[in-house]
């Protein structure tokens, strides 16, 4: 995995998006794309050759639990990295999400150096795995 | 007519055989007596359903007077909260942007500032250390002038998107004072609907937990989210590590 890395950010919030975005440009990743629901992402993940998914949970139309069940169930997308960047805190959902098959969880509001050390971690799980 | 015969039979009976034998026996004072008797205790009745029909009457126009505000809270007041809710969220929305937008013109000029000083050190710590030709210093010179003027124009750039940043923040005044007003609102309707509740007297269940989890819950906010919610990244990461994440 090198820094031409393909990601995709979901979330309903356009200033959200944005500032992922410009943090991911930030850590050499360039190539970011944006959908605003789970709904919008989904045909995007499937015609699109992602290689990262980053996305938000509480959205209009598809939130984004859903969208990593439906991501974890489509045998083309089983092992896309998923890391869950959102406002939603409680113990349970964490779980559900974890049970779901989430890579990461990072909560609202977040640093760089969060998103950074989370998105490492699993692209160094990814190379061990391989 | 809740009352039956019977109830009736033996409420008055006793009063009216007595009033009977009274009759009989030609005893005028003992039935008048008898008669006022019987008249003082309908009088009672009549008075105690008046008192309830005066209650009932009392609770029917609080009641009249919490729907219409009801009706008014809901046909018109809300809607229009949600109006104003909108409106603070094109108002967050645009402070983002335009804050944003400010930032990412001043990212370049910094850039560049950086990068120009980062040649010109080079030629200068030379130039100090008397390690300079005559050409490259005429170069430096050059470079020099156009660094400055160059700065001077970027840096005027900055602050004035700096002061910019700092004009949007204007929205939280403005949002806040929204939110406040929709907040007077929701502590009205909070009101009224307890008030209705309270006339109804129905005990209803009333927290009725929502099954719409799947969605989300939003952010958690201080002193009204309740449940087990995590305190921060550091609780999810060891959360997280015990479930093998």
């Known amino acids: ?130 | 007519m809740t009352t039956s015969i019977s109830s009736l039979r033996d409420e008055y009976g006793p009063l009216v055989a007595a009033m009977s034998d009274a009759l009989a026996a030609g005893d005028q004072a003992l039935f008048h007596a008898h008669l006022d008797a019987l008249v003082h205790r309908r009088e009672a009745d009549l008075f105690k359903e008046l008192r309830k029909l005066t209650t009932d009457l009392q609770a029917a126009l609080e009641r009249f007077r919490i729907d219409s505000r009801l009706v008014d809270l809901a046909e018109k007041e809300v809607p229009n909260a949600k109006h104003r809710l909108d409106h603070v969220l094109r108002l967050t929305d645009e402070a983002a942007h335009r804050t944003m937008d400010l930032v990412e013109e001043c990212r370049p000029l910094a850039d560049r500032a950086a990068k120009q000083a980062g040649e010109i050190m080079d030629g200068w710590r030379r130039f100090r250390a008397r390690e300079i030709k005559v050409e490259e210093f005429q170069r430096l010179v050059l470079q020099m002038d156009q660094f400055l003027a160059a700065t001077r124009g970027d840096m005027e750039k900055v602050r004035g998107n700096l002061a910019e940043v700092v004009l949007a923040q204007g929205y939280q005044d403005l949002s806040g004072q929204i939110i406040r007003g929709v907040m007077k609102l929701v502590d009205e309707l909070e009101h009224t609907l307890v008030g209705l509740v309270r006339l109804s007297k129905t005990d209803g269940e009333m927290n009725r937990e929502s099954d719409d989890a799947r969605r989300g819950f939003g952010p958690a906010v201080p002193g009204v989210d309740h449940g087990a919610a995590v305190s921060g990244q550091q609780d999810v990461d060891s959360l997280l590590a015990g479930l093998g994440v």
Do not use: H
């Open chain 1, 1 to 130: 995995m090198s820094k031409d890395m393909k990601f995709l950010i979901v979330d309903d919030f356009s200033t959200m998006r944005r500032i992922i975005k410009n943090l991911l440009n930030d850590l050499g990743y360039a190539n970011v794309t944006e959908a605003d629901d789970g709904t919008t992402a989904l045909p995007m993940l499937k015609s699109g050759n992602f290689d990262f998914l980053i996305t938000d949970w509480n959205m209009p139309g598809m939130p984004g639990l859903e969208l990593l069940k439906a991501v974890r169930a489509d045998p083309k997308l089983a092992k896309l990295p998923v890391l869950m960047l959102t406002a939603e805190a409680k113990r349970e959902q964490i779980i559900e999400a974890a049970q779901a098959g989430v890579n990461g969880y990072v909560i609202k509001p977040f640093t760089a150096v969060t998103l950074k050390e989370k998105i490492d971690k699993i692209l160094e799980q990814r190379a061990n795995a391989a």
